[in-house]
RNA sequence: GGCGACGUGGCCAAGUGGCAAGGCAAGGGUCUGCAAAACCCUGAUCACGGGUUCAAAUCCCGUCGUCGCCUCCA
């Protein structure tokens, strides 16, 4: 069974066909660094981190190309606000970006373009463009023309006549058509510019992403990704764009993932309703906001609220209880819990290849790897030794990490408290051997207080910090 | 108003023509000094109304509802 991916152009899911074998061209349309990245944006990159390293599991060499936005009206007004340099204000937002990715165990994209460093690439496009009558200059902005491109609203399947009946801003009159869009903008006094044969000015937002898929990836692509609010305008003008130029069909698959729903609305910047990253992380696992992406559909709309981070959380928990070790003592397996182990071992593997070919339903995989999880702990309940459990747990952590997931414990506690925290429960296992529950309670119960979990059994205490 | 996505047990969520995955929560049990973890057991006819079919959650039509986009937005 092959690779099949939902295609927002075509509203269908397609066998996904590389325009060339065993390579992968995917652009994804990063942030506007004005400010700290929340947990929205988080959703996109951890989306299009699975498909990029499930695409790589499945033998592609993918190019996946993620640019920063890093000079635009809101970055100018933010500096101007906080009185800094709006380039430094967006370095400083990039750097912090990149960082929370990494936290994310997000793997960086292999090429990271920013709107800045594509000046004279999109000063030629703009320039093609006017000389293609696709664009005119116009007091120092540049526009392009909609009505030149007939099958402008393909993407988004709209039609010039619609939107401008429900076209709420200010147009501005001198345009040809209220549609047409801003290709370069003229700086004001005080604003960076860049010096153009139309006056110094800087790039309108939606060129940058068609100057740089050309530059680094080529006239066409296999993916291009991002958040579904970017359909309309940005993916269609992109669209106008760069087809307008090349002649050639953009991108194979357009991929779109939903929005991450706060308090039952969309959680953004403008509305002010959003958590960052950085708050996040502060708190949780990264494996818990990666699971949260995982156990829904990505194209849907996901709910952020504590439940579902509990949730998450407490999933986080049981996929790593399978780790585990053997029980001390442990005997061996009888023979039918090895087989039946086997057996959900490569149910799991073509259940998990099934559900991910399938518009990468990582729902599914997930499940079957939860059913990989009870198989080992049955198997470890029934005295399989370390030997026995290691196949199936390597290939939990290999299907895993396909994943992005890490399955690792938590190294949150105060540094250097591990010592002491042995010490206690050293202390309490000698006051359980004495039978005083009362301070053996009380001992776990502050531990339980400071993030420390025990848990006794027949063959001592162990503990860990709790996610 | 236009375009699109979606509506499956208390919650999240697979399944897209042939007996409704999985997780969380809940209840019962094993284990435990108690607890926790782990293991075992228990629950849904699939928003509503029509239609197609031997057979529909799954296809078609309609209704209602939720969300996104139509303005910067992952």
């Known amino acids: 069974m092959a690779l099949r991916i939902y295609n927002t152009m075509t509203h269908k899911k397609e066998e996904f066909q590389t325009l060339e074998p065993n390579r992968v061209r995917m652009y994804v349309c990063g942030p506007t660094v004005y400010n700290k990245a929340h947990v929205g944006h988080a959703m996109s990159a951890l989306v299009f981190d699975i498909i990029r390293r499930y695409l790589d599991y499945r033998g592609y060499q993918v190019s996946h190309a993620m640019n920063f936005t890093d000079v635009d009206d809101k970055i100018i007004l933010r500096a101007n606000e906080m009185k800094v340099d709006p380039f430094a204000l967006a370095e400083g937002y990039i750097r912090e970006f990149e960082q929370n990715l990494a936290d994310l165990n997000i793997l960086p994209a292999t090429i990271k373009p920013r709107a800045t460093q594509e000046i004279p690439q999109i000063l030629k496009m703009v320039q093609d463009l006017i000389d293609n009558g696709y664009a005119y200059p116009l007091n120092g902005d540049v526009y392009f023309r909609v009505r030149k491109d007939e099958d402008y609203g393909r993407l988004s399947g709209r039609k010039l006549e619609d939107m401008q009946a429900g076209a709420r801003i200010d147009v501005d009159s001198r345009k040809e058509d209220p549609m047409d869009f801003a290709l370069w903008k003229s700086a004001r006094p005080g604003e960076p510019s860049w010096e153009s044969p139309w006056g110094p000015g800087r790039p309108g937002w939606h060129i940058e992403c068609s100057a740089m898929n050309l530059t680094h990836l080529g006239e066409q692509i296999d993916i291009h990704g991002g958040g579904n609010d970017l359909i309309f305008p940005h993916h269609e003008n992109e669209i106008a764009q760069t087809e307008s130029l090349t002649g050639k069909p953009f991108a194979r698959y357009w991929v779109h993932n939903g929005m991450l729903q706060l308090g ?51 999933g986080v928990e049981r996929l790593r209880s399978a780790l585990r070790p053997a029980l001390p003592g442990a005997a061996g397996a009888p023979q039918s819990t090895l087989d039946a182990l086997a057996k959900q071992m490569e149910t799991t593997q073509a259940t998990f290849i099934e559900s991910m070919d399938d518009d990468f339903n990582s729902s599914g995989a997930v499940a079957g790897l939860y059913e990989l999880v009870r198989s080992i702990n049955q198997a470890r309940a029934d005295g399989a030794r370390d030997a026995e459990l290691a196949p199936a747990q390597a290939k939990l952590r290999e299907l895993g990490a396909v994943l992005g997931l890490t399955l690792q414990e938590e190294q949150r506690g105060a540094q250097g408290a591990d010592p002491f925290v042995d010490l206690l429960v050293e202390l309490r296992t000698e006051m359980r051997k004495q039978k005083q529950w009362a301070f053996s309670d009380l001992i776990r119960d502050r531990l339980a207080a400071l993030g420390v979990v025990l848990e006794d059994s027949k063959e001592g205490t162990r503990w860990r910090w709790n996610a």
Do not use: C, W
Request: charged share 25%; hydrophobic share 40%.
């Open 264 to 314: 039952g609305e969309k959680m953004s910047k403008s509305l002010g309703n959003l958590v960052t990253i950085e708050d996040f992380l502060a708190q949780h696992p990264a494996d818990a906001l990666r699971l949260m992406v995982l156990t829904s559909s990505y194209r849907g709309p996901l709910t952020f609220n504590d439940e579902v981070i509990a949730t998450a959380e407490r």
